[in-house]
């Protein structure tokens, strides 16, 4: 590993232990259908920096999760009938207080990093 990387990994791997002295957030993640998208939040999950509602159609979520070999169980999962449906349910889920908003989340990241939001 070259000097840099290192340098890179070591203030990743400051900045991942820092999230994780925070309780998880819990976050709705709108239509994560593709693998890419639910393999990325349940591992954000299964590294305690959120916890995450799966908001998606049921067999659209669990045909990555098949075969990815992903575990679905331990997560909530909020039926939905496609994208649009998907991203208001989630939405809803904020309104309701069930999950944080996007704002609560940024600031929360901010805290972590340590750096204070622009004003405007």
Do not use: F, W
């Amino acid at each position: 590993m070259t000097e840099m990387a290192e340098r890179l990994h070591t203030r990743y791997e400051r900045l991942l232990a820092a999230a994780q002295a925070r309780p998880p957030l819990k976050t709705a993640v709108a239509h994560p259908c593709d693998d890419v998208s639910l393999s990325s939040t349940l591992e954000a999950a299964r590294l305690g920096l959120i916890a995450p509602i799966l908001v998606g159609p049921q067999a659209k979520l669990r045909a990555p999760a098949s075969a990815a070999n992903l575990d679905l169980e331990p997560y909530t999962i909020v039926d939905s009938e496609h994208s649009v449906d998907s991203a208001m349910k989630a939405v809803a889920l904020v309104r309701e207080g069930k999950a944080q908003p996007a704002r609560m989340i940024a600031e929360h990241m901010m805290s972590v990093l340590k750096v204070s939001p622009q004003p405007g």
